[in-house]
């Protein structure tokens, strides 16, 4: 789908370099077909010599040579980016952003061309292929531009389809939620030291419990309740556990959690929008 298409990423930070390394580990594209930029000669020259791509610091030539722009700097440079390559963007551009909280038709209108835009979500594990990324189209993409963005972030792991606005949502769970799953990790390996585990192992059973649970949730398809009703023996360790982490509303607080970061997600697109200095 992709073949010899010009792919060019603008800012090549941690987002835009992991899909980057997805397209180019999944061989979906020569290397020579990608350009990426940023401000820091030495990362750029670090990511030409591991992944084979070419790299500039000029924002205007990626665009110049590039079919398929991704957009990857944080929001917060996403004006000033923006106004810098607006002239040279076309209908024909195709672009894909990862910019947090902005929307497809701000992207539009501040170009000023109607290009087809696809807004995407990603989150940070896509740095091990491994990501959850929702993606969604804007008023001037096509299904083929869907297509073409769903192969991208296929390489870096599940991608879902969704509205555009219900990227706030997904925001404050797949995009936040690895900091939610941190805190678990981190809370577990506490227990584990409490209880006399080195804190090492303590931290690698904690951590390969949560991918393998994770795991078997996604391969089985199985609902989690079901799982969790596999483990607890009546009477045994886990359901105690479980009693435990009911009596302060775990599932609860991670509820919240996820509406409050979508709250906050859609203030901060808001502020973004209309604030010239942000
Ligand atoms: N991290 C997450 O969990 C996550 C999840 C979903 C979406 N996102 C979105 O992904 C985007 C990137 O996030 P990130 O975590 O990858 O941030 P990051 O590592 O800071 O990457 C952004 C890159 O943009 C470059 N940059 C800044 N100003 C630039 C300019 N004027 N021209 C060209 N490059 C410029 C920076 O490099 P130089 O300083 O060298 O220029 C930096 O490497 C953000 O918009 C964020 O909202 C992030």
């Known amino acids: 789908m992709l073949d010899s298409r010009k792919i060019g990423v603008v800012g ?40 084979g791509i070419h790299t500039t610091s000029d924002n205007r030539k990626v ?47 501040y170009l000023g061309v109607e290009c087809p835009v696809i807004r995407t979500m990603p989150n940070t594990p896509v740095l091990v292929d491994a990501g959850a990324t ?7 993409a096509t299904d083929e531009h869907l297509k073409l963005a769903l192969t991208i972030f296929k390489s870096v792991g599940s991608v879902e389809v969704v509205p555009e606005s219900l990227l706030d949502a997904v925001t404050g769970l ?6 939610y799953v941190y805190m678990v990790i981190e809370a577990m390996t506490d227990g584990g030291v409490k209880m006399g585990i080195p804190r090492q192992i303590a931290f690698r059973l904690a951590a390969q419990t949560v991918f393998g649970a994770s795991k ?23 359901i105690a556990a479980v009693h435990e982490l009911e009596t302060h509303g775990l599932r609860t607080m991670l509820i919240n959690a996820v509406s409050t970061a979508t709250v906050r997600s859609k203030e901060l697109s808001k502020i973004i929008e209309e604030n010239e200095s942000i």
Do not use: C, W, Y
């Not at 917060?76 to 952003?97: C, F, G």
């Not at 929702?134 to 001037?140: E, H, L, M, R, V």
């Not at 309740?225 to 483990?231: G, R, S, T």
């Open 134 to 140: 929702a993606i969604s189209k804007g008023g001037f």
């Open 63 to 109: 665009v110049k040579s590039s079919e398929i722009v991704i957009l990857a700097v944080k929001p917060i440079n996403a004006r000033e980016v923006m106004s810098e390559i607006k002239d040279l963007v076309t209908p024909q551009h195709i672009i894909i952003s990862v910019m947090a909280g902005i929307k497809t038709s701000f992207i539009n209108s």
């Open 216 to 238: 078997l949730v996604i391969e089985t398809g199985k609902h989690p309740a079901i799982l969790k009703d596999e483990v607890t023996t009546p009477g045994g360790t886990a």
């Open 174 to 179: 797949s995009g936040s939620g690895p900091a």
């Open 12 to 51: 090549a930070g941690h987002i835009g370099t992991a899909v980057i390394g997805g397209l180019v580990r999944a061989k979906l594209t020569s290397p020579k077909n990608i350009i990426a930029s940023r401000r820091n000669t030495g990362s750029l020259d670090d990511i030409a010599g591991k992944l």
